[in-house]
Structure formats: C-alpha cells, structure tokens
C-alpha cells in the first residue's frame, strides 16, 4: 500500500518514465479498497516532499478530491499546492482540446491546484 510521502519519489522514479502518475493510480486504487487505511495513507496529516511541483499539485489534488468525497479531513498541506499553469494528468496543458475535455470532466476540486483529471479517475479499484 503506497502513502503521501512515498509518492513524489515514486513518480520521480525511472520506472514510471513516462508515466508518473502510475504511483498516484496505485494510491487511489488502495484508498478505494482499504478503508480502513485511510489515515495510515495520509501519514498523519504530515505533507510529501520533493519532486516536481506538477507532482505534488496532482498529489494535492487527488487527495482533495478523495477526502472531500469521502468525507476525510483534508490535509492542511493540500492547500499550498497550486501550478498556475494548467495542466491535465498526464502533463497536457489545458488550454488544448484534450486538457479543455478533460477539465470539463474533472471534480471541482482540481481548479484549486491547477492540475485536472477525469472524476472517475478517483473511482479505481
């Protein structure tokens, strides 16, 4: 089960090269499947560190959206995390026709950080 602070390191890695948001998909499918590991996964409220600043809007974001939906406290570090320039997921900025559909699709939550996604994106499992 992969946690916030494990996170930028994992998308940072070669592995995931060049998708980086593999990391995030894992910790969205176990949010959905372990309920009861939820605050274990948000380590304490404590904020990841390290790794791009794109990395860690799309982390704030899918945490966001993911406690707000499930009625989590959110993370006080969540809201620090903001790109001024947008962009999707995957890196795309959004003012493409790609990254305008996938901003029409995404939760209200992603405008707040600057970094958009398909809701169900946070459905995984």
Known sequence: MI????????MGHPKCQPERFRPVVQFIKD????PAQRQEMLC???????????????????VHGLCARDGVAVPEW???HRLADPITMSGRPVDSTWGRWVAS????????????FEADTLLLR
């Open 3 to 10: 946690n916030v602070l494990e996170l930028p390191g994992e």
């Open 78 to 80: 969540v809201a620090s």
């Open 31 to 34: 949010w959905n499947a372990a």
């Open 44 to 62: 304490g409220g404590r904020a990841p560190t390290g790794g791009r600043a794109a990395d860690l809007a799309l982390v704030a974001a899918v």
């Open 105 to 116: 699709q995404a939760p209200a939550v992603c405008s707040q950080h600057g970094v958009y």
